[in-house]
Each structure stands twice: as structure tokens, then as C-alpha cells.
């Protein structure tokens, strides 16, 4: 991969990734709710899903996806629903990633994966990128495997700093705001967020 076409790739990504969507709303809202140490392993699963699209993306889905415009529109769909319903859940202080008092939420390490996971994969706004963007970075005069092994490490690296940027303003949140009213505002500003992102999702 040249220079040139690194130089345009990172700040590119760099916009792509820092800008509110599934994944870091659901950080922000996981550093709400159980601390930046505990969505590490949210962290992990969304990792994992953003290397199997963005992967699958170069290795041939971008076709399947441009063919198909309608398998898009489903996983915009879905996504957008699904965040909806966390909205909905949050706004009633309902569901594992609501805010609470309690500090010793029982969150097993295997949902945390299991949620960043699932969220990478149906997240519409991760596969617009890699199917639209990310196979024009690929130089076809040079070997594929060794540019596919540096984009995959440049977007590993700057998804996990965002994601770290978006758990550590939920816990500062979530540390400003200790009394029982102030939780009950945490959890509807999050389902605003979340609510909000999954309509513009839908009818965008």
C-alpha cells in the first residue's frame, strides 16, 4: 500500500469510526452502566465483528452487497430496531444495560462479547464503509494479504481508541451523577442516543 493512499485511509477512518453509531453508543452506555474495565470485553467482541466484516468485505461480500442492495436495507433495519429496543428499555430503566445504584452489576464476560459482537456485525454503518470505501484502497499491483494485515491493524487500532474515548465519557457521566435521580436522566439521555441513532438508521 502507498503512502499517498495511507495518508487519505486513516483520517478517513479516523471520521468513520469517531462519529456516534451503534458500537459507541453502546460503549458509552456500557461505561454508564458497569465501568471502562468491564466494557473491555464488549470492546473484544466488537473488535472481533469489525475484523469479520470488514474482512469479508475484501474478500468478496462487497459484490454480494452491491448485487443485492436489499440484504443493506434488512441489516439497516435490523439494526435500527434493535437499538430502538434498547432505547426502550433504557428510558425504563429496564435490561442489563441500564444504569443503577448498585455497583455490583452481574454482567457476564461471555454476554459483554457476545453484545459487541452482534453489534459489529449488524451494524449498517460499518458495512456502508468497508463495502464502499475500503476495496479502493486496495492497490491491485501490490500482494493483497500484506495491505489487507495493515488496514485490518489501522482499524483495530483506531476502533478501540474510540471506543475507549466513548466508555470513559460514560463513566465520567455515570461518576458526576451518583444520585438516584441523576442515574434515572443517564439511563433516558442513553436511550435518546440509542433510540435516536436506530430511527436515523431506519429512514435514512
Known sequence: ???????????????VSITPGMCMTLAM????SVGVKRTLWMMAGELAGVFLVSAS???????IMLKFPQVFMV??????L???YLGFMLWNSKGKM???????????????VL????????????WAFFVALLPPFIDSTLPLFPQLALLLSI??????????????????????????????????????LMAGIGIWLIVE
Open 155 to 192: 482499524i483495530l487500532t483506531i476502533e478501540f481508541l474510540s471506543l475507549m474515548l466513548y466508555a470513559y465519557s460514560g463513566s465520567t457521566l455515570r461518576g458526576l451523577m451518583q444520585k438516584e435521580h441523576h442515574i434515572k436522566f443517564l439511563n433516558k439521555l442513553a436511550a435518546l
Open 98 to 112: 441500564a444504569v443503577c445504584s448498585s455497583q455490583n452489576r452481574n454482567f457476564s464476560s461471555k454476554y459483554l
Open 82 to 84: 434493535y437499538l430502538i
Open 29 to 32: 452506555t456500557l461505561g454508564m
Open 1 to 15: 500500500m502507498n503512502s499517498t493512499m495511507l495518508a487519505l485511509f486513516i483520517p478517513t477512518f479516523i471520521a
Open 75 to 80: 441489516l439497516k433495519i435490523v439494526g435500527g
Open 115 to 126: 453484545q459487541g459482537f452482534v453489534t459489529a456485525v449488524v451494524n449498517p454503518k460499518g
Open 57 to 63: 468485505s475484501v474478500a468478496g461480500v462487497a459484490i
